[in-house]
């Protein structure tokens, strides 16, 4: 397994191994022990998947506030996307910065986001798939979004008019979202 901190450093990329041979390949998506060892000392209760038919489809900008917040494992199943975090700790020097990563089947790549990050993602492949581990519960009560497109984040999409939810589509500005954190998540 590698593991690359991103431009935002709490943010991992992840390489699990894959063992190939005249079937295909083989790998370990997820390794409690080993990840441990690495410094990742996680536990994951609630696995998730999601698919998207159309190119373009945008889900996000996502967060469950404390005590219900979530770290995510993120990886894709089919396809290939781009999986966008954004630093929404107060008191970080990098509060309301972005990093952007390039997930798909062919790359085997995964992204550790942990709480205290927004999260979305953009599919680039008609039929993707999303498959991610969360440390917490979905707590409905607690979830709240900001606006894909704002401004004051300028994330580069790579897509104008992406397909949406109804709730994604009003989701609110991120100057008018008051972060949740207390601004220690994800440090180690
Ligand atoms: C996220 C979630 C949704 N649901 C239900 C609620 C709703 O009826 C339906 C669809 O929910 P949503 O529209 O919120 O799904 P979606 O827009 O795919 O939401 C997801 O987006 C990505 C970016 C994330 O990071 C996730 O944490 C989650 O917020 O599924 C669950 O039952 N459990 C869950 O954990």
């Not at 209760?45 to 489809?57: K, L």
Request: contains cysteine; proline residues 8%; aromatic residues 12%.
């Amino acid at each position: 397994m590698d593991i690359t901190p991103t431009d935002l450093p709490e943010v991992l990329m992840l390489t699990p191994r894959r063992f190939g041979d005249s079937r295909g390949f083989f790998s370990e998506t997820w390794n409690a022990a080993r990840m441990a060892e690495a410094g990742l000392d996680l536990t994951f209760v609630q696995d998730n998947q999601s698919y998207s038919e159309a190119p373009g489809t945008l889900r996000g900008l996502h967060f469950q506030a404390p005590p219900h917040a979530q770290g995510k494992l993120v990886r894709c199943g089919r396809g290939r996307l781009w999986d966008v975090a954004v630093d929404f700790r107060p008191g970080s020097p990098r509060f309301g910065h972005w990093v952007g990563v390039e997930l798909s089947f062919e790359n085997g790549r995964q992204l550790w986001i942990p709480p205290g990050f927004l999260h979305g993602f953009v599919t680039r492949e008609p039929g993707t798939e999303i498959c991610y581990k969360c440390t917490d519960f979905y707590a409905a009560e607690a979830e709240g979004a900001v606006c894909w497109d704002d401004p004051d984040l300028a994330i580069d999409w790579g897509v104008d008019r992406p397909v949406l939810s109804d709730k994604d589509a009003s989701a609110p500005r991120w100057r008018d979202v008051q972060s949740p954190f207390t601004g220690t998540e994800g440090m180690a």
